[in-house]
């Protein structure tokens, strides 16, 4: 399989903090690729590096067949995490200043706005200066900036953060789209759902170390299927001294054990009615929080 981006043990420190800690990962050609992680654990740096913002004290990253800063420059776009348009300019005029910068031709990049401006719900937006749009719209502006070039890799940092679902919806379409069309995506999130969702391969950084790595379905099987849903007519107190992990999700109270389901089914019968039992596999939600669950912060 063809990759995109590829990290080979790469370090990088902020005075005694270790931000990213021996990181290996490849990124497939055409694959959206999901990474996940709690506050603090080296995402935004990473993903600093692979667009040769940031460098390694150590490691070796390549990106598109290249090692270099400039070369592959112009093939790809980039969502920063921290967002900021130039105010002043109208939407129109930022975005074909951005797609200069990728060397596209004023004429080509004025046309590609456009298009994406209709196609967001933005176009009467277009004359505005972006001092005029809200936060959310603003985003959607700095992501048609990342995508204007019909870049081969795209990079997202926190693509969904303060957006409204209809919005999410709508990011959602063109992140599929443009995999259809060969790009590789690279998203951070902490969105979980969208990382099950949308993403081929996930890779989860802890601290600064790669914890987890592949397909949903290989990082579920890795987990086992030991979470178990259950309605009973007692309500959580009706599980005491049955299971020790008990997540209370409201209706329906989730427990992780290990055993036989159909053991802890025949015991929860003997307590009185079981009005739901449902053996499933764990939640990316789930694997996060046992991996991260006794903090993701730096002391
Ligand atoms: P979040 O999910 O909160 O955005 P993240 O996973 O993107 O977090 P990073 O922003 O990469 O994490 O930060 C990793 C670690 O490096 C943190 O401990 C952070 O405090 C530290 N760090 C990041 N940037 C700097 C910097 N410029 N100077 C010093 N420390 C930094």
Not at 173 to 198: Q, W, Y
Not at 265 to 280: A, D, I, M, N
Request: aromatic share 6%; hydrophobic share 40%; with cysteine.
């Amino acid at each position: 399989m063809e990759t995109a981006v590829r990290l080979e043990g790469v370090t990088k420190t902020y005075g005694a903090v270790k931000a990213v800690d021996g990181l290996s990962l490849n990124v497939p050609k055409g694959a959206i690729f999901g990474f996940i992680g709690p506050n603090g654990s080296g995402k935004t740096t990473t993903l600093r590096m692979i667009l040769h913002i940031l460098y390694p004290d150590s490691g070796a990253i390549e990106v598109l067949g290249s090692t270099s800063r400039r070369a592959a420059n112009d093939r790809i776009g980039y969502l920063p995490e921290e967002r900021g348009l130039y105010r002043k300019m109208t939407v129109r005029r930022v975005l074909c200043y951005y797609g200069g910068l990728k060397g596209m031709r004023q004429r080509d990049a004025r046309a590609e706005a456009d298009a994406w401006l209709e196609r967001l719900g933005l176009a009467t937006w277009a004359d505005r200066k972006v001092e005029a749009l809200s936060k959310g719209m603003q985003q959607k502006v700095q992501f048609i900036a990342a995508i204007l070039n019909r870049p081969e890799l795209l990079v997202l940092d926190e693509p969904f953060s303060g957006l409204d679902p209809v919005n999410l919806e709508a990011l959602r379409e063109v992140m599929l789209e443009l995999k259809r069309r060969g790009a590789t995506v690279i998203f951070s999130t902490h969105d979980m759902t969208k990382a099950e969702e949308l993403s081929d391969t996930i890779c989860m950084i802890f601290r600064g170390r790669k914890v987890l790595d592949g397909t949903l379905g290989e990082i579920q099987a890795r987990y086992g299927t030991d979470t178990v849903r259950v309605k009973v007519s007692g309500g959580p107190g009706a599980l005491a001294g049955l299971a020790r992990n008990v997540r209370d999700l409201g209706q329906l109270q989730e427990v992780r054990f290990e055993g036989d389901p159909q053991e802890f089914l025949r015991k929860l019968l003997e307590r009185g009615r079981v009005e739901h039992f449902e053996v499933g596999k764990p939640s990316l939600h789930d694997i996060f929080l046992r991996i991260a669950g006794d903090g993701g912060d730096r002391p």
